[in-house]
């Protein structure tokens, strides 16, 4: 039940914690951090720090349908690394893909045992097999069986308190601020390492349904997912990799849902209108309908702006038991997708599904975007460690995979605690000012009552990102003066952030979910502006350097906000080739 | 856009100190209208459609509904939980009805 808003800081409450390890965001990684963590020393204190309720928190919320990222008997390390790589474009992490790739199926296995049902093949003791590294799960209730282990395991679990930056102790991190968005205290966690494990970045960039009535989180991805994880890393001074990586993917039109599910699961090519085999035809040398994820993004814009669109798959070769088969996927991923259809009243073996893109994220699950980490997933700051969609530097890890490198962050973070010998005191001053930074908006609302509500700040960062850098009304393409438009206007709407108000404690979490967005989308543009070339188009299409230009940006682009002065700084890193072979084939 | 809460059926999980729904929200959305003593999503554009309220809905007074924006009226898909598997039952807008019993967790 809502408590009220405070009027004065003097009210608010304060709560003082000390844990031996500090998770932020109870997801799908963060949770396996946890597990991982008491597993190895169950003396250990853990305390994880979750915006929502761990039950259904992050990109799990509704379930999921498949492992996309599991070793089957007789691939190799090498293998996927090979495939992750080509479908990436040729640019990851080899050495973090290697070291993920080498705990991939841990999690996978450890869920089934915890009670997750995963499909078997009809004739043998193996998993069955959906694409190359897919196998089928029944998982709408996985976040469930997850929760209950991270209870059983002892850990400590904040429920409904948000983070809003880390503490520090110089440039090491000792833990985290955040507020309770039911209780309205504040939330002090020091903690003698932390992991960040809180999901990508949604809702940086306009959604094209947002103009319907209610339709404004019709999001491929977990609208709740803000980019707070990159945001805090970003004000402390975190170095990131990639964001010009976005993901940007081919989605079932309107709903905004998952199509791996039916393309790679049931092989439905995608077609345009003039039911042309556009992948299948044109580009059979990029490996056809499994071609790399940004070129299967980029198709239907392309045909599209070629006056061949709608683009659909063809669902119309199914059998009718494939055709359930496939609706209870969707029922244990996104079950509202098996209402739209029943809503468009659509025989799919008359209709195919239509297709689009989706708005884009920046979620280092897919892509590389994220926090610039070693093999121990430590990142550039003392005493914090990032896994999941935060860490950078190796796509296509899905959820099989952003569970394995929860377990590594926690491995990296207990070597950190053991080696630790230096003490360190919480600053109260810089507590007093994060205070101060958390409440303003609810103290502008007592003493002026007027101001900008969070939704409209949001509504206009979206519509500036949508149009001036590439989001889906222009078919992901951008240039030079349109990211320096959307810049100059960020960094006004930044500088605005002072007048939020917030009437409510969920208001309050508005506010600083879009102050979040904020500094990512600022640090966005910066890496979209300094790759001046077309690596991946549909993912970073300029059109102004519409090529590829390898002398000069095959590397990643990394960047560094200085805390102190608030200049962001890019600069490239070489990218290094561990797996020998054709980087962009599989 | 948010579950529609049926008014005769929800009782504002009163033994609870929250409703169960605003208790499981991803998205802090549902929460009682202190008044009616009711669930409601304060935010309607915001909901995700998840449906983790509806799941765990001790009274089935939780429906989704699609925004218009994206089907047409009155299709109904409607979950029904129990140990080891759950039911859905969908109806579409010709009123052709499907049932689907998927197991959700090992016995």
């Avoid at chain 2, 994206?70 to 109806?91: D, R, S």
Wanted: glycine share 8%.
């Amino acid at each position: 039940m809502a408590t009220k808003l405070p009027t004065s800081l003097a009210e608010v409450q304060e709560v003082m914690l000390e844990t031996d390890l500090l998770v932020i965001g109870a997801g799908n990684s963060g949770c396996f951090a946890a597990i991982e963590a008491k597993k190895l020393n169950p003396n250990l204190k853990v305390t994880l720090m979750e915006k929502a309720h761990i039950d259904r928190s992050g990109c799990l919320a509704a379930g999921m349908d498949a492992i996309n990222t599991y070793l089957k008997k007789g691939r190799t390390i090498e293998e996927f690394v090979r495939w992750s790589r080509s479908q990436a474009g040729g640019l990851i992490r080899e050495d973090l893909a290697v070291s993920l790739a080498e705990i991939l199926n841990q999690p996978t296995e450890q869920w089934e045992e915890w009670g997750l049902p995963i499909d078997y093949e009809e004739d043998g003791d193996e998993y069955h097999t959906r694409g190359k590294w897919d196998i089928t799960i029944k998982g709408s209730e996985m976040k469930v069986i997850l929760a209950e282990k991270v209870r059983e395991h002892g850990c400590e679990i904040l429920n409904r308190v948000v983070a809003t930056n880390y503490l520090t102790d110089g440039n090491r991190v000792i833990g985290a601020v955040g507020f309770g968005v039911r209780d309205g205290k504040l939330y002090v966690v020091k903690a003698k390492a932390t992991v960040v494990s809180t999901g990508g970045a949604a809702g940086i960039y306009k959604p094209y349904q947002a103009d319907g009535v209610d339709s404004h989180h019709y999001l491929w991805y977990c609208p709740f997912n803000v980019g707070t994880g990159y945001a805090i890393g970003i004000r402390a001074g975190a170095e990131m990799t990639t964001f010009e990586m976005r993901w940007c993917a081919t989605r079932t039109k309107d709903f905004n849902g998952p199509i791996d599910t039916i393309s790679v699961g049931y092989k439905t090519p995608m077609i345009n209108a003039k039911g042309e085999k556009v992948l299948e035809e044109r580009y059979a040398h990029l490996g056809g309908d499994a071609a790399p994820r940004f070129i299967r993004a980029n198709v239907p814009m392309e045909e599209w702006q070629a006056g061949r669109g709608p683009c659909y798959v063809d669902t119309r070769g199914m059998t009718p038991e494939q055709i359930r088969d496939m609706k209870i996927d969707y029922l244990n991923e996104r079950p509202s997708f098996v209402l739209f259809l029943a809503a468009r009243g659509q025989d799919i073996r008359q209709e195919p599904i239509e297709i689009y893109g989706n708005d884009p994220y920046i979620v280092g699950g897919h892509t590389a975007s994220g926090y610039w980490v070693d093999r121990k997933r430590a990142t550039t700051l003392p005493g914090l460690f990032a896994s999941g969609d935060v860490a950078g530097g190796t796509p296509n890890k899905f959820v099989g995979g952003c569970a394995a490198e929860g377990m590594l962050a926690a491995r990296g973070a207990l070597e950190y605690i053991n080696r630790l010998n230096s003490p360190t005191k919480v600053n109260s001053e810089q507590v007093a000012v994060e205070k101060a930074r958390i409440f303003a908006p609810a103290l502008r609302q007592t003493s002026e009552g007027d101001g900008l509500i969070p939704k409209e700040v949001e509504e206009r960062m979206q519509r500036l990102m949508d149009e001036y850098a590439g989001g889906i009304h222009q078919f992901f393409r951008m240039n030079k003066e349109g990211l320096e438009y959307a810049l100059k206007h960020l960094r006004l709407l930044k500088d605005q952030t002072k007048y939020l108000i917030a009437r409510d404690l969920h208001e309050l979490m508005e506010a600083h979910e879009v102050v979040d967005r904020l500094d990512v989308a600022e640090v966005l543009i910066h890496h979209l502006l300094y790759r001046e070339e077309t690596r991946w188009p549909g993912w970073q299409t300029r059109t102004d350097f519409p090529s590829r230009n390898d002398e000069k940006f095959d590397c990643f682009v990394n960047s560094r906000r200085n805390p102190e002065t608030g200049e962001i700084e890019v600069f490239s890193r070489p990218y290094e080739q561990v797996v020998p072979g054709d980087r962009y084939r599989p | 856009m948010p579950p529609r809460v049926n008014k005769e059926k929800c009782d504002g999980c009163k033994a609870e100190h929250e409703p169960l729904c605003e208790q499981i929200c991803p998205g802090d959305l549902m929460t009682l209208n202190p008044e009616t003593r009711k669930a409601y999503c304060r935010s309607t554009r915001d909901c995700w459609d998840c449906m983790s309220c509806v799941k765990i809905c001790p009274q089935g007074a939780l429906e989704t509904k699609l925004p218009y924006q994206l089907g047409y009226y009155p299709a109904k898909l409607i979950p029904l939980m129990g140990t080891n598997k759950i039911t859905w039952t969908c109806i579409d807008i010709n009123g052709k009805v499907e049932r689907f019993v998927i197991k959700t967790r090992n016995d």
